[in-house]
């Protein structure tokens, strides 16, 4: 028989004592060695997912997303740390497998807010950073249907979403990494066009992190050819080789009620070209949806 749906309250009310029960615990608690960081609607999830079944890497306890590092920073390590499995389990697997656990989440916005990455840098010392890219105009029309979809976005017309993005981001990115305490939910859910300028977001994480701490992917080639991208992945955290490869699956995918206006396309398209030529540096050839 399948599971009853546990009713969202009684979820939350779960997630509230399972916080606070590690915020106590929080110094016999890991902290991340890898970090999923974006892009938003780049496939993170599955990724995600994928790394997770992993034999030594050990996930957040209760969601795959923790947003520490851009919205709640407020909150404290030790806050963190009580989203992450205890030591003692860590050290099991180390036993059974011979090498060090590790344990990662996923929060896609660590990639945009302006904080994020010195943060991430200060409290997590040589933590890694797994970046996944995507055909930036097929990336801005997904998040456009998927906050459609999720209520944070009234704006229906992907057209007039894009029109209104200059004004709704005004001088907030600005205001962002000068008060810690600010957040804007239109630069966490309407920066459609911005969000595709990866080399630009790369270059920042860069200078706080270091550049040989980031590991950047194709979403399509992620797709396309899973086992060979997650060996790659594997090798760059420094996991071991040689295992079975996890079920990949494509996770948080939307179907779409339209194709986006041709000419809006060649807009884009043409936007991003000097974006996407950044980002050669980073990949060492030419973007995938650059090849064709």
Known sequence: MKPSKVPTPIKR???LGSRSYGRLTAPARMTPSFLICGGQRCGTTSLYRAMAQHPVVMKAVLHKGVHYFDVSYRRGMSWYKGHFPRQRHAEKIKQRHGVPAQTFESSPYYMYHPQA??????????????????????????QHHHEVARGFENE??????????????????ERLAADPAYYSFAHQHHA???????????????????????????????????????DEVCEFLGLPAGLDHPEFEKHNARPRQSDMDPG???????????????????????PIWRQS
Not at 126 to 139: H, N, Q, S, T, Y
Not at 198 to 207: I, N
Not at 272 to 282: F, K
Request: glycine content about 6%.
């Open 156 to 173: 229906r017309d992907f057209g007039n979403a894009l029109a209104l993005e200059a004004a709704r981001l005004h001088r907030v990115e």
């Open 117 to 142: 990455a010195a943060r991430i840098a200060a409290d997590l010392p040589g933590a890694k950073l797994l970046v996944l890219v995507r055909d930036p105009v097929e990336r801005a029309y997904s």
């Open 192 to 230: 459609y066009r911005a969000r595709g300028e990866y080399a630009r977001y790369l270059s920042v994480m860069a200078q706080h992190v270091g550049r040989e701490r980031i590991h950047v992917v194709e979403s399509e080639r992620f797709f396309s050819d899973p086992g060979q991208v997650y």
């Open 264 to 286: 809006l396309r060649r807009e884009l398209s043409s936007y991003y070209a000097s974006h996407d030529e950044a980002l050669i540096t980073w990949l060492g050839r030419v």
């Open 13 to 15: 009310v779960v997630h």
